[in-house]
């Protein structure tokens, strides 16, 4: 193995970026990067603790009722009920910096955003992120620091958004892959009835 220990090793290696993609950062949401944000009903949120370990959480809603943004350096994420390990809410609590990957079904470019979070029990804004009744426990405010869109290229060589490449059965159903990596007391029938989508989706906004 030869392994790469320094930037200028990793420069050498990959060369310097192209000048179109230095100059494509920004450091306030453009028009088209909060319509961008208005139309992804998906996120993955990318946190690390003090000493640097590292989660990347999904986080999704409705487009259009998700993220909102307040202004040009500033955007919330609401927090929905989930499983309570609050991983990435206690990173943040450690090391408030964040990287968001804005996605849209189909699209191949996704929306980057970096900045700096706290966590918000309550704000005005809150009434604006209610779905289907339900208001957020919390919410992630980001102050922006950096913003670009970034290229086609992954989700084109990894066909993620072309169905014939689809394959939802290469491995066992959910509940099965639960009971054989976890130790836990319900059996496979149990577990293939707690994730039954008619049942699982009925606790999508509330414990």
Known sequence: MTEITSAAELRGLLGDPTPRAVTKERVELHRRDREWIAAAPFLVLATSDAEGNCDASPKGDPAGNFVHVIDERTLAIPERP???????????????????LFLIPGRGETLRVN??????????????????????????????????FHCAKAMLRSGVWRPETWEPDALPPHALLVKE?????????ELTA??????????????
């Open 82 to 100: 989930g499983n309570r390990r609050a991983d990435g809410y206690l990173n943040i609590l450690e090391n408030p910096h964040v990287g968001l």
């Open 115 to 148: 900045g700096r979070a706290r966590l918000l029990r309550d704000a005005p804004y809150f009434d604006r992120m209610v779905v289907k009744g339900h208001r957020p426990v919390l919410a992630i405010e980001v102050e922006v620091e950096q913003v670009f």
């Open 181 to 189: 990596v976890q130790k836990v007391a319900e059996s496979v029938e």
């Open 194 to 207: 707690y994730y039954a989508p008619e049942n699982y989706e009925a606790k999508l906004y509330r414990d």
